[in-house]
């Protein structure tokens, strides 16, 4: 696997290394040793797909407060998505400060997220499915979501947006709790 850290420190593009031959290829999309190795955290406490129908579908942005932050490992087995995470911790550099990176069944390509991020997609084809494996367990109660179309954030969704959960469409501004955040966020 190829490791390439993003400028959000601890967020990695994750490549597979095909092994080809005459039958199509192998590759190695999750290694307990090569994720340490990287200061990535290899726990699996869950493993979830989603299927979308339509593209310009969005799912996001979600995340789960301390003491339950989730890393994630998300990957586009069937179609393709634009993924973006916000980094959510307030110590950082890059507080607020947003990735977007296509996933598709083409490019194979995986999104390792830390904890204390939010994460969403967009699906670009009909039919998508998303793979992900995530840290921690689903803990609804301590749920959190930004809005997906928040000015603050600036988040560029390539198309428009065909289905969204009334959850998503509902999350407030961060205007509106950006100091719960922050101090729920905090370490
Ligand atoms: C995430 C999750 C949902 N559910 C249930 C709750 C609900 O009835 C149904 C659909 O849940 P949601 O609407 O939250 O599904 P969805 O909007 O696809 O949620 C996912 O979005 C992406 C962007 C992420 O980052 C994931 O971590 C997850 O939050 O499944 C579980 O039982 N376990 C889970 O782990």
């Known amino acids: 696997m190829i490791f390439t850290e993003t400028k959000l420190k601890g967020a990695f593009i994750i490549d597979i290394e095909r092994r080809e031959d005459s039958r199509g290829f192998f590759a190695r999309v999750f290694c307990q040793r090569e994720f340490e190795a990287h200061g990535l955290k290899p ?17 996001g942005m979600h995340f789960q ?37 296509e996933l598709s069944e ?22 998508t499915e998303t793979s992900y494996q995530v840290g921690e367990f ?5 749920e959190g979501g930004l809005l997906y179309n928040d000015p603050r954030l600036n988040l560029d969704w390539p198309l428009p947006v065909s289905e969204i959960s009334d959850k998503d469409r509902d999350w407030k501004k961060l205007d509106e709790f950006e ?8 370490i």
Request: proline share 7%.
């Open 65 to 101: 407060y301390p003491p339950a932050p989730e890393t994630k490992f998300v990957r586009c087995t069937r179609g393709s998505i634009l993924d973006i995470i916000v980094d959510l911790r307030p110590e950082s550099d890059t507080f607020l400060q947003h990735i977007a990176v």
């Open 43 to 59: 726990i699996i406490a869950q493993s979830n797909i989603a299927f979308n129908l339509r593209k310009g579908t969005l799912r």
């Open 106 to 127: 083409d490019n194979h390509r995986g999104l390792y997220v830390p904890e204390r991020f939010g994460h969403g997609y967009q699906v670009l084809r009909d039919n």
């Open 138 to 142: 689903y803990a609804p109660g301590v």
């Open 179 to 186: 100091n719960e955040l922050i101090q729920r966020m905090g």
